[in-house]
């Protein structure tokens, strides 16, 4: 099955990457590339694309990946029905929440300072008297 990724080019803290056809089994970095479809500078936010040759790979079954599937949407290239269009929103779950400190059961008060405070109490009454 053929996927298409991107694949990254340029020196050390500046990249930007070719949008690529490649066997999705394989490493980006190790897979043989079938074809070269565009490119795309996250700095400059330029995106060139062969528009013709990613929809001829799309009607074949090749899966973009989330970030590709957003540059072709904002090509407006047009996208099958089985692409699955990522909205960027990300679900926490937290795990074990029986576990966090809010969920355990309220201590009771100690009992030692309930029967200080009825000692202090009784000794107040007597010197009164």
């Given at each position: ?10 020196r ?42 990613v ?12 970030r ?5 949407a ?56």
């Amino acid at each position: 099955m053929l996927a298409i990724r991107l694949q990254r080019l340029g020196r050390k803290g500046y990249p930007t990457y070719r949008v690529a056809v490649q066997e999705s089994h394989r490493h980006p970095t190790s897979g043989r590339v079938v074809a070269y479809v565009g490119s795309y500078n996250p700095h400059t936010k330029e995106t060139s694309l062969n528009s013709e040759k990613v929809a001829f790979y799309l009607k074949n079954g090749a899966q973009p990946t989330p970030r590709v599937v957003k540059l072709l949407a904002e090509q407006k290239v047009k996208l099958p029905d089985w692409v699955v269009k990522h909205t960027g929103e990300h679900k926490s779950a937290i795990k074990n929440t029986e576990k966090l400190r809010k969920n355990q059961p309220k201590e009771e008060a100690p009992v030692e300072a309930a029967e200080e405070s009825s000692v202090d109490t009784s000794s107040e009454e007597a010197s009164k008297e």
